[in-house]
């Protein structure tokens, strides 16, 4: 199972925000670890959203943020719009678990 | 622009081997990145399974480090996935990703492609 728990399913009206926790522990997230974010549209791969916490890659929209603290992290998502329904993934590294990258568990996003 | 494509046999049968391999296109394979695989069983989450460098040098998930090898063949600007003693849990999309070095995230991915074990 994974090391980083995401709540399983968000909700919000176009134009809501509506934000995603990742929480993880000492060996990962609460060491200092940066998190990154991914999207996956239904039936295809993931695609980076924000890396090393809070940076977006070119071509994301400033919909989309993230930050961290402590053994936490977020992805905050302003202005919810149709084309955001996905799901959601989480990952950093564990130094617990021999140098492996872990994602989180997964949210699925839904648009009301 | 860097492109993956993974391929191999879509279906495994169980106790078998599963093989894979992820061409890379538009960089070579011995530039200063680390090459992933990742799967996702159907309607479940994302699992790292473990990386290479093209020097040789790994790391994998330690629960699948028992029955997984990842090897580079530079001269095809490939690398390539073994699962032994496949089973029914091992079902999945796979996906190879790549990661520079320096940095933990995984920023161009390949489509993926689905592996069945199934008798």
């Known amino acids: 199972q994974s090391v980083l728990t995401q709540p399983p399913s968000v909700s919000g009206a176009p134009g809501q925000r509506v934000t995603i926790s990742c929480t993880g522990s000492?060996?990962?997230?609460?060491?200092?670890?940066?998190v990154h974010w991914y999207q996956q549209l239904p039936g295809t791969a993931p695609k980076l959203l924000i890396y090393g916490n809070s940076n977006r890659p070119s071509g994301v929209p400033d919909r989309f943020s993230g930050s961290k603290s402590g053994t936490s992290a977020s992805l905050a998502i302003t202005g919810l719009q149709a084309e955001d329904e996905a799901d959601y993934y989480c990952?950093?590294?564990?130094?617990?678990?021999?140098?492996?990258?872990?994602f989180g568990t997964g949210t699925k996003v839904t648009v009301l | 622009q860097v492109q993956l494509q993974e391929s191999g046999p879509g279906l495994v049968k169980p106790s078998g081997t599963l093989s894979l391999t992820c061409a890379v296109s538009g960089g070579s394979i011995s530039s200063s990145n680390w090459w992933s695989w990742i799967r996702q069983p159907p309607g479940k989450g994302l699992e790292w399974i473990g990386e290479i460098y093209h020097s040789g040098s790994t790391n994998y998930n330690p629960s699948l480090k028992s029955r997984v090898t990842i090897s580079v063949d530079k001269s095809k600007n490939q690398f390539s996935l073994k699962l032994s003693s496949v089973t029914a849990a091992d079902t999945a999309v796979y996906y190879c990703?790549?990661?520079?070095?320096?940095?933990?995230?995984?920023?161009?991915w390949g489509q993926g492609t689905l592996v069945t074990v199934s008798s």
């Open positions: 990952q950093s590294y564990d130094s617990s678990l021999s140098g492996s990258k872990v």
């Open positions: 990703a790549r990661t520079t070095v320096t940095t933990s995230w995984m920023d161009y």
């Open positions: 000492s060996s990962n997230i609460g060491a200092g670890y940066d």
